[in-house]
């Protein structure tokens, strides 16, 4: 069953909180994963992963340079779900 995208968010802010040890309120829609919530690559990698097996979706490596914000990866996340 397709997640709203307020369940998707709830969802990413905990993985991000997993490998970041960021707050969750942290985790808004609009925060840049690098320049906002300082985010590198290799942690990026692994929120991706987590995120592809939470929400069963596959997040393509050349998508992941186009998901700059929480938002953009909430967005897609919605858009490819089952």
Known sequence: MAQ???EI??????????ETG??????????SFTDDLDIDSLSMMTIVVNAEEKFGVRIPDDEVKNLKTVGDAVSFIAKHQG
């Open 4 to 6: 709203s995208e307020q």
């Open 9 to 18: 968010l709830e969802g990413l802010a905990e993985i991000v909180n997993e």
């Open 22 to 31: 960021l707050d969750t309120e942290s985790v808004q829609p609009e925060k």
